[in-house]
């Protein structure tokens, strides 16, 4: 039998809703070794924290002994999720589709146990559908109860187009836990629907119907929306330590105990005294809960070089040390610089950092001015340092 302080951690911490927690409780304490869904499109390569919040619930199962079955979407990343969308998604080719895959999947182990993960590929069984096939799985359900989804019935209230294809995207994802004899599926809040399509076509089918794990949705850095690439508002497993730590410091103090709760094993206990405490110390918190993320996606040695960062660079005003260079002989003007160097990753950003007097030009004996637009680098003098936006910084030598 399986501890209740287990049960509790696994079933309530970071959890929105299990559908149903009475049967997941007793396939868990039955003692067979359960099949873990986790499916994936990747119609994008990264993987941000938002995403983590399923992934470590994942990691929590697999240290019981349980298998996690890796779908990758080859098939349903060329629709595209309509899940919260309130347009038609473009559909990706299948090149798109394996690079992203690749991506995904470097990102995704460093969470997931990869030893105790196996990795299929939706094609291994929708390359062998016929029509005749496609037309028996559709025949399951009717249009009305795809249009009682909020985003097809907003969108078709407002006459926006829904493709056919996106029709076919819940039935294909829940034709996944027809396909791998799923016995528990995760996702966000968001994502609801699909994963009860999939629990109800494996009754259709004579099966045991899988387990719905909904995952919370993880509020971005602007404290307000989901986190989000599109957004901007995302912190991502690519990240750089100091940039992982930075933006965690970035959030609103209303954030704090959510990301605490939901990606940090922190106990429970010491998650109260934090919250007691957290209107007189909000810097502390936050310092911990910067410290215990980039902690856990590298070492306690470079989370605590990245705290050192951060202090020296944001708290005190400082210039980080291992900061990039790029010769001014090598550029005509500062905008070359910044392109070229990566500093931005285009002309309209860089527009939109003059008017937002995001770029600085720090001189050598340390004054700091802000700039509005391009200068030429003949009238710069070696040694000076540009600041762009919040943490990025090169060396003009």
């Not at 890796?70 to 349903?76: A, E, K, M, P, S």
């Not at 394996?98 to 990869?114: E, G």
């Not at 994502?191 to 909904?214: A, S």
């Not at 103090?253 to 939901?262: A, G, K, N, Q």
Request: net charge negative; charged share 25%.
């Amino acid at each position: 039998m399986i501890d209740n302080e287990i049960i509790e951690k696994i079933t309530k911490r970071g959890v929105k809703e299990i559908i149903s927690e009475t049967e997941f409780v007793n396939l868990l304490q039955s003692g067979k070794k359960l099949r873990l869904k986790m499916g994936f499109d990747p119609s994008r390569a990264d993987i941000h924290l938002g995403h983590v919040v399923g992934l470590r619930k994942l990691k929590q199962l697999q240290d019981l002994g349980h298998e996690v079955i890796l779908i990758v979407g080859d098939w349903t990343a060329q629709i595209g999720d309509p899940s919260g969308q309130s347009v038609t998604r473009p559909m990706l080719t299948h090149d798109d589709v394996i690079a992203n895959a690749q991506s995904y999947m470097d990102q995704f182990f460093r969470v997931v146990d990869k030893n105790q993960t196996q990795v299929v590929w939706q094609s291994e069984w929708f390359g062998k559908f016929s029509l005749a096939d496609v037309i028996e799985l559709t025949s399951k359900f009717t249009v009305a109860q795809f249009l009682e989804r909020d985003d097809f019935a907003l969108r078709f209230k407002e006459h926006k187009p829904i493709a056919i294809t996106e029709f076919l995207y819940p039935l294909l994802q829940a034709y996944d836990s027809v396909a791998i004899e799923s016995d528990v599926e995760f996702g966000g809040t968001d994502q609801m629907f699909n994963l009860l399509v999939g629990r109800t076509l494996q009754q259709i089918k004579g099966m045991r119907p899988q387990q719905c794990f909904m995952m919370p949705i993880l509020v971005g850095t602007d404290g307000i929306n989901k986190m989000s690439k599109s957004l901007d508002n995302y912190i991502s497993l690519d990240d750089t330590s100091n940039d992982m730590y930075g933006k965690v410091m970035s959030l609103p103090d209303s954030c704090i105990m959510t990301y605490f709760e939901l990606l940090t094993d922190v106990p429970t206990t010491e998650l109260h005294a934090i919250e007691r405490e957290l209107s007189a110390n909000a810097m502390n918190a936050k310092k911990l809960l910067a410290h215990t993320i980039t902690e856990t996606f590298f070492d306690s040695q470079i989370a605590g070089e990245s705290q050192q960062n951060f202090e020296n660079v944001v708290q005190n005003r400082g210039i980080p040390d291992d900061i990039p260079k790029f010769p001014l002989a090598k550029a005509p003007s500062l905008n070359s610089v910044l392109l070229e160097s990566g500093s931005v990753s285009s002309n309209s950003e860089l527009k939109r950092l003059y008017k937002q007097n995001a770029v600085q030009m720090i001189s050598v004996k340390g004054e700091t001015s802000s700039l509005t637009n391009d200068v030429d680098t003949t009238n710069i003098e070696s040694g000076t340092v540009i600041k762009v936006g919040k943490r990025r910084y090169i060396k003009l030598i």
